[in-house]
């Protein structure tokens, strides 16, 4: 059966799907390029050649950066950081909430208003600087992971959350004699668990691209992160300068700084890239369970 659409519907239609097609491709087109710059040779980039496609395949920029001690080293300080913040960040935050949200807990709205203030109020960045020096974190990874284990947004969200759950759920759970841990844990985490996945993925992502806190507090590049490498790898485009200073044997000079910035780029990346479509349905699930009350 054909539906009947108005001028003035197929005009929106029109509007819309051209619309959706110039965003994707204003999305898609720099990543494209990017990887065809990473990939092409300095013959071709010079001749102008290269736009969206790889101009005689190049790989030698990925074996440099794959196998460059400092990527390697940033590779394992970005996960280590990623799993060990998002893992406790998403463990206190749920604590925090369930404390804020139970009968039991004395001083539920003084202790909101409590974490309040510093969500809208700060010391700046340094006192923020002299705390975290006066506790020896100065140069070490530390630096990176206590500081920021506390999201007072993750807490207001799952306090919320939990607060719409039926009463009934939780205080069946009491009369059957299960602790505040195990309700917690082992009902109310599975009832919200795609708002937890979505902020799950949220922090993971925020903990990958970490790199202002590694330029306050560290300076052995043997602790920096995949994007602190990939900024002094940028700010210092030389061939073997930066990071991968004494790391590349170039003889022939073949190798382009925009060969290795690409291919840093890349490298960088594609481990969130290649995640996030598993993660996905968790990420649309709980940002709609989030902004839908009841």
């Known amino acids: 059966m054909r539906v009947y659409r108005s001028p003035s519907r197929l005009l929106f239609e029109i509007f819309l799907y051209t619309g959706f097609a110039l965003f994707c491709l204003a999305i898609v087109l720099p990543f494209l390029h990017v990887?065809?710059?990473?990939?092409?040779?300095?013959?071709?980039?010079?001749?102008?050649?290269?736009?969206?496609?790889p101009v005689d395949w190049y790989t030698k920029p990925y074996a440099i950066i794959l196998t460059s001690k400092v990527f390697l080293t940033s590779l394992r300080n970005t996960v280590l950081i990623v799993v060990v913040n998002t893992s406790l960040q998403i463990f206190f935050a749920l604590c925090a909430g369930y404390a804020l949200a139970n009968k039991h807990f004395f001083g539920t709205k003084v202790a909101f208003i409590y974490i309040l203030i510093p969500m809208y109020f700060g010391g700046g960045?340094?006192?923020?600087?002299?705390?975290?020096?006066?506790?020896?974190?100065?140069?070490?990874?530390?630096?990176?992971?206590?500081?920021?284990?506390?999201?007072?947004?993750?807490?207001?969200?799952?306090?919320?959350?939990?607060?719409?759950?039926?009463?009934?759920?939780?205080?069946?759970?009491?009369?059957?004699g299960a602790?505040?841990?195990?309700?917690?844990?082992?009902?109310?985490?599975?009832?919200?668990?795609?708002?937890?996945?979505?902020?799950?993925?949220?922090?993971?992502?925020?903990?990958?691209?970490?790199?202002?806190?590694?330029?306050?507090?560290?300076?052995?590049?043997?602790?920096w992160t995949l994007q602190y490498m990939l900024r002094d790898i940028?700010?210092?485009?030389g061939i073997g300068a930066g990071p991968l200073e004494g790391m590349i044997d170039d003889p022939l000079q073949q190798l382009l700084?925009?060969?290795i910035i690409m291919?840093?780029?890349?490298?960088?990346?594609?481990?969130?890239?290649?995640?996030?479509?598993?993660?996905?349905?968790?990420?649309?699930?709980?940002?709609?369970?989030?902004a839908v009350k009841g």
């Open 125 to 176: 960045l340094i006192p923020f600087y002299l705390i975290v020096n006066s506790y020896g974190l100065n140069n070490k990874l530390g630096a990176l992971v206590f500081p920021y284990l506390v999201s007072i947004f993750y807490i207001i969200v799952f306090r919320n959350a939990i607060n719409q759950l039926p009463k009934e759920i939780m205080e069946s759970a009491e009369m059957d």
């Open 179 to 223: 602790s505040e841990f195990t309700t917690l844990f082992r009902i109310v985490a599975f009832l919200i668990m795609p708002m937890i996945m979505a902020f799950t993925i949220f922090s993971a992502v925020g903990y990958w691209n970490m790199w202002f806190p590694v330029l306050i507090f560290i300076r052995d590049k043997w602790k």
């Open 234 to 237: 940028y700010t210092n485009p």
């Open 35 to 53: 990887i065809a710059l990473s990939l092409s040779t300095k013959k071709a980039y010079f001749e102008g050649k290269v736009l969206f496609w």
């Open 257 to 259: 700084p925009q060969n």
């Open 263 to 290: 291919a840093s780029i890349i490298c960088t990346i594609a481990p969130i890239i290649v995640i996030y479509p598993f993660l996905q349905r968790y990420f649309i699930h709980g940002v709609i369970r989030g």
